[in-house]
């Protein structure tokens, strides 16, 4: 009878702690696609060169993400259909099958950068362990197959589980990190005046094209259509606008804490010193003598764990646009999904094993996102402003006006992001 007594509560503890994680795993499997190696380094990049000058431009990526999923959520509620779905029946077919080679070709670019970025950093650190370290192949293929193992089980439910834990790993790292090696508060502060800093004189790439990969890895498009596909399946309808909305700032104000903690990490430290960021791997040579063994250890962790958290969701994006495209049911057990993503996931083995520049894949990659960012702001608005789907719910002039603002700031983000990636070739 004590044994039942005591199980009881202990019973209901968990339930309620299963029914608050249940609110903010879309957010959390947002929050994980979005922190990945690519975003650490490119935070990493932007604070070594050029401190915390650049902090506003993850404030307004952070404002303008959180804009754009609350609004991608609030279409999915009013009607029920995805993007792709809604791209499909309302505009032209033709745009779903953009979106999905477009994305495709991003999600390619990330899946070898990821894991070049992962491998090169745990080689780095089994220096410490083994005589001339250890490959980065062996850790590339370690993580390869360990991400395709959880892949296996098929549930999203446990694919959002899984990632809580990765990104619950990643955050107190970063949050660490940031505490040991924070840079005065003046220096914060300043960095949220608007402003585009002179070319540092240590920068492989010049301020402009670092500004639209910052964009690029925060406001990003399959955010966005990802974002309708989670709040489908968790079975939303509009009485659920407010949970909607409170787990997708959950989910942006982590983004902003983690993207500022990396960019400050470095500021504090690198930039002090005069020092740039042309591989991952010299985050960790450079903070040990410069902040100790044990901040270089915890950014490690949280940047193995955030290239983990991101391939995760980048290896399931192409077949859940498949199956949003064609209307069938997701069931990532089916042999074709299977197959499909082994195949994507091997391109986390190209740069470790031809020697490719993994900062250079990621940071091309992000840019190549930005310029795909106006497409997805126009779609939104031509569809939340048609009277016949959303009905009252439709677009207001303050809504349309910020919508507005966000299209102007994605087509200047655009340009620069390809003024920029011309410059680098």
Request: contains cysteine.
């Amino acid at each position: 009878m004590v044994g039942q007594a005591n199980n009881g509560p202990a019973k209901t503890l968990r339930q309620r702690f299963a029914a608050a994680l249940a609110l903010v795993l879309p957010g959390i499997f947002l929050l994980g696609f979005n922190i990945g190696t690519g975003s650490v380094t490119t935070m990493a990049k932007a604070g070594a060169e050029y401190g915390m000058s650049l902090l506003w431009t993850i404030l307004a990526s952070c404002l303008c993400t959180f804009f754009m999923i609350n609004l991608y959520g609030r279409y999915t509620l009013v009607t029920g259909e995805t993007a792709l779905e809604a791209f499909k029946k309302h505009i032209h077919p033709a745009l779903g099958i953009f979106f999905i080679a477009a994305l495709a070709l991003g999600v390619a670019g990330s899946v070898m950068g990821v894991m070049g970025i992962v491998a090169e950093i745990c080689y780095e650190w089994s220096k410490s362990l083994v005589a001339g370290g250890i490959a980065p192949i062996y850790f590339a293929a370690f993580f390869v197959s360990l991400v395709y193992y959880l892949f296996w089980d098929g549930r999203t439910q446990f694919f959002e589980r899984a990632l809580a834990v990765i990104v619950a790993i990643m955050s107190a790292a970063f949050l660490a990190n940031f505490f040991i090696m924070m840079p005065p508060p003046s220096a914060l502060l300043a960095g949220f005046i608007p402003s585009i800093p002179a070319v540092s004189a240590h920068s492989d790439t010049g301020p402009l094209l670092v500004i639209a990969s910052m964009i690029g890895t925060t406001v990003f498009s399959g955010l966005f259509i990802i974002r309708t596909t989670l709040v489908k399946e968790a079975g939303w309808t509009l009485a659920d606008a407010p949970k909607q909305r409170n787990d997708a700032l959950f989910s942006v104000f982590l983004m902003f804490v983690i993207s500022a903690s990396i960019m400050a990490a470095a500021a504090g430290t690198l930039h002090v010193e005069g020092l740039a960021l042309t591989k991952a791997s010299q985050m960790i040579q450079l903070l040990e003598p410069l902040a100790g063994p044990l901040a270089a250890s915890i950014f490690a962790v949280g940047l193995i764990a955030a290239g983990v958290s991101s391939q995760f969701p980048n290896i399931l994006m192409i077949p859940w646009l498949l199956c949003d495209y064609r209307g069938s049911e997701r069931d990532m057990t089916l042999p074709q999904y299977r197959v499909l993503v082994f195949f994507i996931s091997l391109l986390g083995l190209v740069v470790p094993l031809f020697g490719a520049r993994p900062v250079a894949v990621m940071i091309v990659s992000q840019v190549f996102n930005v310029m795909v960012l106006p497409a997805t702001v126009a779609a939104i608005f031509y569809l939340t402003n048609r009277r016949e789907l959303m009905g009252e719910h439709r677009n207001g002039w303050g809504a349309n006006l910020v919508l507005g603002a966000i299209l102007l700031f994605s087509l200047f983000t655009a340009s620069i992001g390809a003024r920029g990636v011309l410059a680098l070739f």
